[in-house]
């Protein structure tokens, strides 16, 4: 059974960084692509950053690009989302899924594609 258990939130400062992490299996990291979603509060759940798992390449959304950058250790089992250069807007609940459809990101994918959620884990980005 696929897990995925965020942690690594919390409270920053503009300007500030902060580290995500998703705990997951082996057979997420070998057999998914695997993004970091967010919602804040009255906004739609978005797609920030999705790591393949066919040729580990990477997507960005427009509004992370340059700040943010994902990765993964396959032999800890884990995927990261670094997060650089904090912006109030990037305060929001953060998750991990995996996409279940396919192991090579594409933009524009479906949100429907993705399963096996974990809880979340909220970022605040104070000014």
């Known amino acids: 059974q696929v897990q995925f258990v965020e942690s690594g939130g919390g409270l920053a400062h503009v300007g500030d960084s902060l580290r995500l992490a998703c705990a997951t299996s082996?057979?997420?990291?070998?057999?998914?692509?695997i993004a970091w979603f967010r919602q804040a509060p009255g906004k739609e759940r978005e797609e920030v950053s999705c790591?393949?798992?066919?040729?580990?390449?990477?997507i960005y959304a427009d509004s992370v690009k340059g700040r943010f950058t994902i990765s993964g250790d396959n032999a800890k089992n884990m995927v990261y989302l670094q997060m650089d250069s904090l912006k109030p807007e990037d305060t929001a609940v953060y998750y991990c899924a995996a996409n279940l459809m396919r192991r090579l990101c594409k933009a524009g994918q479906s949100q429907h594609e993705f399963g096996y959620w974990g809880q979340g884990t909220q970022v605040t980005v104070s000014s």
């Open positions: 082996e057979s997420a990291l070998n057999y998914y692509a």
């Open positions: 790591l393949s798992s066919s040729d580990h390449s990477t």
